[in-house]
């Protein structure tokens, strides 16, 4: 007898042990989440750029001449002029005569591109004037930042008071970004 309940209890464990599910098991697992980022500086470009040289002819009325400014910036940006003198200064004088004139500029404006402005020196003299702002992020991405405008000075002339001398001012355009 004590034979048959050890050949019951081995058929039965084996048979419990088939019979009883397993217990679950959870496998291991880890993760490792890593944080991407990069920067691209931003990069404006106006060409011609550094500094030139124009010959005002103080008798004349009228448009001057015209330059044409291309550039590109990466990101949102600024494009202002300036004016040292706020006008063509008369040099042998110390400046007791200036002489205004206004800055026309066309197709700096997105759009269209046929918009312009006109700027008179004396608004602009010892602090810029923006003449357009981009913030069109697409617009940017799109077209690469790239654009073009001209710059026309447009000088009124001293009526019938010509004052010998020489005249001079600087005249500045400014691309910046607005970062």
């Not at 991407?36 to 009325?61: Q, W, Y």
């Not at 026309?104 to 006109?118: M, Q, R, Y």
Request: proline share 3%; net charge negative; with cysteine.
């Amino acid at each position: 007898m004590k034979n048959l309940v050890k050949l019951a209890a081995a058929v039965a464990v084996p048979a419990l042990m088939i019979a009883t599910p397993a217990s679950a098991v959870t496998p291991d697992s880890e993760s490792y989440a890593i944080a991407l980022s990069g920067t691209i500086d931003s990069n404006c470009e106006l060409i011609p750029e550094g500094s030139g040289s124009f010959d005002v002819n103080m008798t004349d009325f009228g448009n001057q001449g015209s330059l044409v400014i291309a550039y590109s910036c990466n990101s949102p940006y600024t494009v202002s002029l300036e004016s040292l003198n706020g006008g063509m200064r008369h040099v042998e004088s110390s400046g007791a005569i200036n002489i205004a004139y206004d800055v026309e500029t066309i197709g700096f404006e997105l759009g269209n591109g046929v918009s312009g402005t006109s700027t008179n020196s004396t608004a602009m003299a010892g602090s810029a004037v923006d003449i357009v702002t981009v913030s069109d992020w697409t617009n940017i991405f799109l077209n690469g930042g790239v654009r073009t405008g001209n710059m026309d000075l447009n000088f009124p002339g001293v009526a019938d008071s010509y004052v010998a001398g020489t005249y001079e001012d600087t005249l500045t355009i400014t691309l910046a970004a607005d970062l």
